[in-house]
């Protein structure tokens, strides 16, 4: 009924590979590395430019200072205010402009402001105020500065955003150097 039993067979244990190594990586690996380094060189960038808009922004408010503290009296603080929004017009719009007169200037210095500070509000006192023969107030004084103050942040940011690929920086106001015309 049984067979004899055959003789043992010589066999070996039975050997399993080596467990895969880490490389070369899966392509659903890769695919995560190359997104993880794209979004590291977004993000680099975004930091970066965040802190040169940011130290631009720090250096034309001490320019901005500079100007108005060597400024002694009230018309010479107008003039150095109109001076300085007239160099910020040329950087964000060109010459033409920075050599607008009058009331034409005033409202290029409104822009979209719906207020309009300039040709109904304080801001008027840059027409006459650095000619007048009469002092301007104290609380006038402010009152243009401080719209004048974001005026001119606002165009000198835009000059930059502009000139920012035609030159490099090299420590001072791109598009606010002075210039005697």
């Known amino acids: 009924m049984f067979a004899p039993a055959a003789p043992a067979l010589p066999l070996k244990d039975i050997h399993l590979p080596p467990a895969p190594g880490i490389w070369p990586l899966a392509p659903g690996w890769w695919l995560v590395l190359v997104l993880a380094s794209v979004l590291a060189a977004v993000t680099v960038r975004w930091v970066w430019q965040?802190?040169?808009?940011?130290?631009?922004?720090?250096q034309l408010e001490s320019l901005l200072d500079q100007e108005l503290m060597n400024s002694n009296d009230p018309a010479s603080r107008l003039a150095s205010l109109s001076q300085l929004l007239r160099r910020a017009a040329r950087a964000a719009s060109g010459a033409a402009a920075s050599q607008l007169l009058g009331e034409q200037w005033l409202q290029f210095l409104d822009g979209a402001d719906p207020g309009k500070p300039f040709t109904q509000g304080p801001g008027r006192l840059l027409l006459t105020g650095p000619f007048a023969t009469h002092a301007a107030s104290a609380s006038e004084?402010?009152?243009?500065?401080a719209i004048a103050r974001r005026r001119f942040m606002q165009l000198a940011l835009i000059g930059?955003?502009?000139?920012?690929?035609?030159?490099t920086d090299n420590g001072t106001a791109v598009?606010?150097?002075?210039?005697?015309?």
């Open 175 to 181: 598009g606010l150097e002075h210039t005697d015309d």
């Open 160 to 167: 930059r955003d502009r000139h920012q690929r035609k030159a």
């Open 141 to 145: 004084i402010n009152a243009v500065e």
């Open 50 to 58: 965040h802190y040169q808009r940011r130290a631009y922004r720090r």
